[in-house]
């Protein structure tokens, strides 16, 4: 019966979208990051539903929609040139079936990531698509919130929609992408225009924004928390009365620590000793031997090259509290095959120097134009361009947030974060038109202009 459910809703967004051929793209976010087939028994998971809306929405593109105003920015480019070196590693990975493996779908994310900001020419289409980024992840985000504040949750075991531990089910990267569209949900509930900012909509954003912070308790995934804190942080610069700011969020999270599950306040101590973590001396080694990797292979070893590493070290004897004793008896552990549990060090393991710079250049180039734009159009100071500079911030908040979570968890090519750079590409590419056309001035008026003065 939920089989029959989803393809008839597919069905029906997939009729809609024949008279509106961008809704194919939105249709096709909505596959990549909700992955309603794993929800399937039987039918859904026997049809490519990805590769068949990716085809549509190309198609739709080439017959009916318009090119004249289709841009494209040296980040743009910059996407195209890590698919093709992403391409090229795997051919030569050390570990080709597994490179293989991921090369399958990261491709898939990097080629949408680059066909989409060609769509995004209105502020509409720029509009629904981060609607629709935000209304999928609540779709696991709601489910998340109602069972931790129902006293469900734990490390490992908080289940969404599924009993899943990839993308956007996984527990760690759902926290860092819940805290990170908490920018978007605002700005949708102050500027959007398909959804009218009403107090249903906003009443719906609050109880959503409470939802994405109650993951992270939910998890028990400390990235998760570091990821509110850089919030918290960025909230700093957009309020005027910053004591009045930090003093209130000082008194909502002391009141907020009795009613925290005492698993959850546990989990979030170990980040003060991590030494004496297993999990997170676990990831400094894997992070150690990357290094000492790429100085023999600075071009990386493809995909998933982690799978050759062997690492040593030693966990130090720690008392009741978690603190090292600074005992010489110290336990030694040997593993092997262990992820990198970071995005940098996974593609700087995977893609080598070149990757990594290439993969910074997209992100921080992305906080540096969004930076750009918000105080640019701030200063412009004009009615109808007043949703400009907050999206601009919205979208800069949210990269910079991923930017730290990035750093303890392996998502560097999770496909709702290039969806929000698409988004930053179309916003980018969507304004420069629009202020090219401000200033064009037919010679005709011109010369009007000339005889009459």
Request: charged letters at 20%; hydrophobic letters at 50%; aromatic letters at 12%.
């Amino acid at each position: 019966m939920r089989d029959l459910f989803f393809v008839g809703y597919l069905g029906l967004l997939m009729l809609m979208a024949f008279k509106r051929p961008f809704l194919f793209t939105l249709v096709y976010a909505y596959i990549d990051i909700v992955a309603p087939q794993r929800l399937s028994y039987f039918l859904l998971n026997s049809i490519p539903l990805s590769l068949i809306l990716f085809a549509l929405a190309v198609l739709g593109f080439l017959i009916s929609d318009d090119k004249r105003d289709v841009r494209v920015s040296p980040r743009w480019a910059l996407l195209i040139v890590l698919l093709a070196y992403c391409g090229y590693s795997t051919t030569v990975a050390l570990e080709p079936v597994a490179a293989q493996e991921k090369w399958s779908w990261v491709w898939k994310a990097l080629v949408f990531a680059a066909f989409l900001p060609l769509l995004l020419k209105t502020r509409l289409r720029i509009e629904a698509l981060a609607l629709t980024l935000v209304l999928c992840a609540s779709a696991l985000i709601v489910t998340g919130g109602i069972k931790t504040a129902l006293g469900g949750g734990g490390y490992g075991s908080l289940v969404l929609l599924i009993d899943d531990n990839s993308g956007l089910y996984e527990g760690s990267i759902i926290s860092c992408v819940a805290i990170a569209i908490i920018p978007l949900i605002v700005w949708l509930a102050q500027h959007g225009t398909i959804f009218k900012p009403d107090w249903k909509v906003k009443t719906y954003a609050a109880a959503l924004t409470f939802a994405a912070l109650l993951i992270p308790v939910g998890t028990q995934a400390r990235t998760g928390l570091v990821c509110i804190a850089v919030l918290a942080l960025l909230a700093i610069r957009q309020t005027k009365r910053r004591f009045l700011y930090l003093t209130g969020a000082a008194l909502v999270g002391l009141a907020a620590i009795p009613f925290l599950p005492s698993a959850f306040s546990d989990r979030m101590e170990t980040i003060k000793d991590y030494k004496a973590d297993e999990s997170a001396a676990t990831r400094v080694a894997v992070w150690k031997w990357t290094w000492e990797f790429v100085q023999e292979h600075p071009f990386g070893g493809g995909f998933d090259a982690y799978r050759i590493n062997k690492i040593r070290y030693d966990l130090p004897v720690v008392d009741e509290n978690g603190f090292d004793t600074g005992a010489v008896d110290r336990k030694e552990i040997v593993d092997q095959g262990r992820a990198y549990h970071s995005s940098y060090f996974e593609m700087l393991g995977e893609q080598g120097f070149p990757g990594l710079i290439i993969w910074l250049l997209i992100h921080v180039g992305g906080v540096w134009r969004m930076e750009m734009l918000a105080r640019m159009y701030k200063k412009r100071n004009r009615p109808d361009e007043g949703w400009v500079a907050p999206l601009a911030t919205a979208l800069q908040n949210a990269q910079i947030i991923y930017l730290v979570g990035s750093l303890f968890v392996g998502i560097a090519f999770q496909p709702f974060v290039y969806m929000l750079i698409a988004m930053q590409l179309g916003l980018d590419t969507y304004l420069a038109r629009r202020r090219n056309e401000a200033a064009w001035t037919p010679i005709r008026k011109q010369r009007m202009r000339t005889r009459e003065a």
